[in-house]
């Protein structure tokens, strides 16, 4: 079983920035790719950023530019480093870990932004 868990989020002023951290431990032997997507109320969960264990990265055209993506391998941890954040950034925001053997979410946290 592995475990995912998030940390970081909160409230901040539109402009300001947050870091978001999930660390996974468990069974784990490859953790093949490490996202972050987020939902907001009464809205579809979206991507926001993905990032493979060859260092690619993906990301949402809403986020491009203002958010970067990056793992540890060794901690088997994701960060989200979230600049020039605006109020439409607010959301839950997830990790999600892709494994050989299944892919896992954690359990959220939530990011508000005052205008």
């Known amino acids: 079983q592995v475990q995912l868990v998030e940390s970081g989020g909160g409230l901040v002023q539109a402009g300001g920035s947050l870091r978001l951290s999930c660390a996974a431990s468990?069974?784990?032997?490859?953790?093949?790719?490490m996202g972050w997507y987020r939902q907001a109320p009464g809205k579809q969960r979206e991507l926001v950023a993905t990032?493979?264990?060859?260092?690619?990265?993906n990301y949402g055209d809403s986020v491009k530019g203002r958010f970067t993506i990056s793992r540890d391998n060794a901690k088997n941890t994701v960060y989200l480093q979230m600049n020039s954040l605006k109020p439409e950034d607010t959301a839950v925001y997830y990790c999600?870990?892709?494994?050989?053997?299944?892919?896992?979410w954690g359990q959220g946290t939530q990011v508000t932004v005052s205008s």
């Open positions: 999600r870990m892709v494994l050989v053997s299944n892919n896992y």
């Open positions: 990032i493979t264990n060859g260092g690619t990265t």
């Open positions: 468990g069974s784990i032997s490859s953790i093949n790719v």
